[in-house]
């Protein structure tokens, strides 16, 4: 019986798809896995090289190869991917990612076992980047054996687990409606399987993050209506799950990707749509009365009053 289902989410990244794949077949655990590679319909090889691993591992990996692009920034494949796993647990990896520890399996299905009240589990992770920026660690020092929901939300946006340093119990049989239209699959996962039990921490540094330009890190564009619109109605839906427990601290967090909204490249000529939410961020999001001032001045007032006030503000410096 499978102990562990693998689930690799990729989409168009022949470079490094091979790294992923074989970081999770070099795996030694003393229970059978399965290797379930989601492609969401791939244009660049990356769908022919999972089937060279299809053929070469019949066994172990299974080619999840889509008929279409499900979209949402790859939520869609792992949903599709994750009906097929029949492991008691799952592993997740993005396919320009790869594991670094053989034993990491063994290691979080171990955790799981020992630990019946927690629903994930995930370890620390080397961050790399494509630009060349030095690498780091995900996490320091100061983690936490466990984490709660109390500790997923707050008015930033949190993040502080891996994809790939990620071990789930396969315990959602159905996701709710809302997920699917998330284009962050982490963050909404995150919290409902933290309803469900406690998030463990391993120390010990097992997978790579690498940011690239392929990367769906690089795909969230703050500068974009539609991502931006996504955000908010994603913390809508987290708000609405957790029955508005946490409903002063998210309408802080989404009130922050209406401040963003304020300069999207969609709206940079659009006056009204600008003061509207410019209203919204200030109704929401409460600023202090520095940010407030500044905000009014850029965004609600009309531009010919703005230069009017400046020139007020000027006078006394030109006498």
Same mark, same amino acid.
């Given at each position: 019986?499978?102990?562990?289902?693998?689930?690799?989410?990729?989409?168009?990244?022949?470079?490094?798809?091979?790294?992923?794949?074989?970081?999770?077949?070099?795996?030694?655990?003393?229970?059978?896995?399965?290797?379930?590679?989601?492609d969401d319909f791939s244009s660049d090889g990356t769908r022919e090289i999972?089937?060279?691993?299809?053929?070469? /591992?019949?066994?172990? *990996?299974?080619? +999840?190869?889509?008929?279409?692009?499900? =979209?949402?920034?790859?939520?869609? %494949?792992?949903?599709?991917?994750?009906?097929?796993?029949?492991?008691?647990?799952?592993?997740?990896?993005?396919?320009?990612?790869?594991?670094?520890?053989?034993?990491?399996?063994?290691?979080?299905?171990?955790?799981?076992?020992?630990?019946?009240?927690?629903?994930?589990?995930?370890?620390?992770?080397?961050?790399?980047?494509?630009?060349?920026?030095?690498?780091?660690?995900?996490?320091?020092?100061?983690?936490?054996?466990?984490?709660?929901?109390?500790?997923?939300?707050?008015?930033?946006?949190?993040?502080?687990?891996?994809?790939?340093?990620?071990?789930?119990?396969?315990?959602?049989?159905?996701?709710?409606?809302?997920?699917?239209?998330?284009?962050?699959?982490?963050?909404?996962?995150?919290?409902?399987?933290?309803?469900?039990?406690?998030?463990? /921490?391993?120390?010990? *540094?097992?997978? +790579?993050?690498?940011?690239?330009?392929? =990367?769906?890190?690089?795909?969230? %564009?703050?500068?974009?209506e539609t991502f931006l619109r996504n955000r908010i109605q994603m913390y809508?839906?987290?708000?609405?799950?957790?029955?508005?427990?946490?409903?002063?601290?998210?309408?802080?967090?989404?009130?922050?990707?209406?401040?963003?909204?304020?300069?999207?490249?969609?709206?940079?000529?659009?006056?009204?749509?600008?003061?509207?939410?410019?209203?919204?961020?200030?109704?929401?999001?409460?600023?202090?009365?520095?940010?407030?001032?500044?905000?009014?001045?850029?965004?609600?007032?009309?531009?010919?009053?703005?230069?009017?006030?400046?020139?007020?503000?000027?006078?006394?410096?030109?006498?």
């Amino acid at each position: 019986m499978i102990k562990v289902s693998v689930l690799i989410i990729t989409y168009n990244q022949q470079k490094f798809i091979r790294k992923a794949i074989d970081s999770a077949l070099a795996q030694q655990t003393t229970f059978p896995i399965e290797i379930l590679v989601g492609d969401d319909f791939s244009s660049d090889g990356t769908r022919e090289i999972i089937q060279e691993y299809e053929r070469q /591992y019949p066994d172990k *990996v299974i080619g +999840v190869l889509h008929p279409r692009n499900m =979209g949402k920034n790859g939520g869609i %494949n792992f949903l599709e991917t994750l009906k097929l796993a029949k492991g008691e647990y799952y592993a997740l990896m993005d396919g320009d990612d790869y594991w670094t520890d053989s034993l990491k399996l063994q290691k979080q299905a171990d955790f799981l076992d020992a630990h019946p009240d927690c629903s994930t589990v995930f370890h620390n992770a080397l961050i790399t980047y494509e630009d060349g920026t030095p690498s780091h660690l995900v996490n320091g020092d100061d983690m936490k054996p466990f984490y709660t929901v109390d500790d997923l939300i707050g008015e930033d946006e949190i993040w502080f687990m891996a994809t790939s340093s990620t071990m789930y119990r396969n315990n959602i049989k159905e996701y709710p409606a809302w997920f699917r239209e998330s284009s962050s699959g982490d963050i909404p996962r995150l919290i409902l399987k933290a309803k469900l039990g406690k998030i463990g /921490y391993i120390p010990d *540094v097992m997978s +790579v993050y690498r940011k690239n330009r392929g =990367g769906a890190s690089y795909a969230d %564009n703050y500068y974009d209506e539609t991502f931006l619109r996504n955000r908010i109605q994603m913390y809508r839906d987290i708000n609405r799950e957790l029955d508005f427990k946490y409903d002063r601290v998210l309408r802080k967090n989404i009130a922050r990707y209406y401040r963003m909204m304020l300069d999207a490249k969609q709206y940079k000529k659009s006056y009204f749509r600008r003061a509207y939410y410019a209203l919204k961020y200030l109704h929401m999001g409460r600023p202090q009365w520095d940010k407030t001032k500044v905000v009014i001045r850029d965004y609600v007032l009309p531009a010919p009053i703005s230069k009017l006030y400046s020139k007020i503000r000027l006078l006394p410096y030109q006498q």
